[in-house]
């Protein structure tokens, strides 16, 4: 499996009220689209997607994950990155190789990410606007890849106001870098039957952070 020759180009700098936001778009091809699927749902049968509580009790409508080091989670407690599953007590399974040669590939940034969050939107999920800011450093890029249903992606500045939607597609790699890193982010909805990668039908998307002191 390899990362598409055409992502070493330069990204689209995506017009959006922040800058700093870059797109890929078809960054990986049909076979490497299933082969990372494949990898990944095969990790995650070690540690289960589970939805999380919010600060406020609620559960998530998205599934999550994690692997590498260090993995986001959440609860009554608050966020945080922690180097176990909440639920099995076990730790997260490794970061595949194929992501780490994708981030070596495209962000510029010297080091290499020691957390990437899964999250399985199955059909209805979505997730609210938020920044990331629970990692150690937060000018290191944040790196997502999308497999499976598209979906309509929403990104405004850090302080607030405008937004704009990007549709990411099965194959779509972006990154949150610069000013963008901090950009307010969500998940409007998911297009539910757009693309027939993922058995039981949804969208994953894997986003690679520096949380702690890298890889
Ligand atoms: C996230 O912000 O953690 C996920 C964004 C996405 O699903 O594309
Ligand atoms: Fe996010």
Redesign the pocket.
Known sequence: MSVRSAITPAPVEVATAVEGFRLWPGALDAAAQAALAATVFARLRQAPPYRPLTPGGRPFSVEMSNFGPLGWVSDRAGYRYQATHPETGRPWPAIPSFLLDLWRRTVDWPGLPDAC?V?L?REGAR?GL?Q?RDEADLGAPVL?V?LGDA?R?RIGPAEGGTTTTVR?DSGDVCALTGPARLAR???DRILAGSSRLLPGGG?L?L?LRVAGRGL
């Open positions: 969050l999250n939107y997730m938020h990331d997502s999308s979906a992606f990411l982010h969500g998940i969208r998307n986003t």
